[in-house]
């Protein structure tokens, strides 16, 4: 009965197969071949398609980044041209950038002026090898310029009720950072304020204040930058004098004393006292010479208007040597003080007053650096007293041999010095 069926099955099997069409097959094979090769033709199409457009507006793009780049060369020639008094020139650089783009004259970021070296170009240093930005103030500004049109110098980090310091104009914030650094020049200060924000870093690398700050420690003369790359590296690098603590030298000796009325023995003194320097931005200086501790000195020379009876009041200048040595000059009096007047006991008693005369102290320092810090060494190179008869105007100079005694002036910075602003710079 089994063998029955499997023939019966088998014989169906044939019969169907049998009964299939080749025709039908080849029809079927053909019509799946040109359907896959329509649906590869389709995707290969819209693929290239969508390449070429990504490929259209990436070169877009490309062209109006280049062309903005260049457009803002041409304007900052023209406001280099400008400055120098080229007009004419300057017109012509002017009409060239509106020409590429017509709005580039919104599109600069005016915080800092054009350099020469810079070129109006892409500011930003991918290639460094170390991961760092070079030029870290061109890389602030150009990011807050391609956020939006009208950077702000800083945005509040948390919603505020009441008005935040974003919302003052971009020049009271440069009045604020002036009283930062005060007539005191606490470029220290300024330093610490940048660590805030990108836009406080820009505000504290603004070249008027450095430039300012330069005046006031080398007088009108600086006017050029150079050898410098920038008014701040001048100041940073250029050897001065520092006005945020006082320059202190220590003095010690041994002394012989006088013999004993026994004749047995000889007493030794041991002498120890101080000498202080204090300097102030408008060219004031004060010195003191006491054997009195430090921290009972230095807090009474924070001002000019100190009242220590034994300070030595005045002048001091920078001077720039041929073999490339800053020298310190400081002339320095004790405080006239009004006579009271003398009343003479006896009208016939005719007293011989001693002669008037006017003392004042020559000092020659040499500016060095020692340490850590910078210019915060003082040695001594001339030291004389120069004594004035206002009777005859002779003047009878005195010079004193520098000898051990002499030791070098050290800087050590005092926070309180710095700590009040009384006048912005």
């Known amino acids: 009965m089994a063998e029955e069926t499997a023939d019966i099955g088998g014989t169906i099997e044939d019969e169907d197969e049998g009964s299939d069409d080749p025709n039908l097959h080849v029809q079927l094979n053909a019509f799946r071949a040109q359907w896959m090769s329509e649906l590869k033709l389709s995707s290969g199409a819209s693929g290239i398609s969508d390449r070429l457009l990504q490929a259209k507006g990436g070169l877009k793009r490309t062209q109006e980044i280049a062309r903005e780049e260049k457009a803002t060369e041409l304007f900052l020639r023209a406001v280099q041209e400008e400055q120098s008094g080229a007009v004419y020139e300057a017109i012509k650089f002017y009409r060239m950038a509106m020409q590429l783009v017509p709005d580039i004259e919104f599109k600069i970021n005016y915080s800092r002026p054009p350099d ?68 005191d020049l606490d470029m220290r200060a300024l330093e610490q304020l940048s660590l805030v924000c990108r836009g406080f870093y820009i505000c504290a690398r603004d070249p008027e204040i450095w430039h300012s700050a330069c005046v006031r420690v080398w007088g009108r003369n600086c006017t050029k930058v150079l050898p410098f790359k920038s008014w701040r590296e001048m100041f940073l690098r250029r050897p001065r004098v520092r006005f945020d603590g006082v ?121 060095s650096s020692g340490g850590r810090q910078s210019f915060n060494k003082l040695v001594w190179i001339h030291h004389s007293c120069h004594i004035t008869y206002k009777l005859t105007g002779e003047t009878v100079v005195t010079a004193f041999d520098l000898d051990r005694t002499y030791t070098p002036f050290l800087f050590a910075r005092v926070k309180s010095y710095t700590a009040f602003s009384e006048q912005p710079l």
């Open 116 to 183: 020469a070296d810079r070129g109006g170009g892409n500011y930003m240093e991918d290639n460094d090898v170390d991961g760092e930005i070079e030029d870290l103030l061109a890389y602030f500004e150009q990011e807050l310029t391609l956020e939006s049109s009208f950077p702000k110098i800083c945005v509040p980090e948390l919603d505020m009720t009441q008005v935040h310091i974003s919302a003052l104009p971009r020049e009271i914030l440069m009045y604020i950072f002036r009283w930062v650094v005060s007539s």
């Open 247 to 367: 320059y202190i030298s220590k003095t010690s000796y041994i002394r012989q004393g006088e013999q004993s009325l026994d004749g047995f023995y000889r007493a030794w003194h041991h002498v120890e006292y101080y000498r202080y320097l204090r300097f102030f931005p408008d060219g004031h200086v004060i010195m003191l010479t006491t054997p009195d501790d430090p921290l009972a000195v230095i807090p009474r020379l924070r001002t000019k208007n100190t009242r220590m009876d034994s300070a030595l009041l005045g002048h001091f200048r920078l001077s720039q040597e041929t073999d490339n040595q800053t020298k310190v000059f400081a002339v320095v009096c004790k405080k006239k003080e009004e006579k009271a007047a003398e009343f003479q006991r006896n009208r016939f008693c005719r007293r011989n007053p001693p002669q008037e005369a006017e003392h004042s102290f020559h000092v020659g320092l040499h500016l």
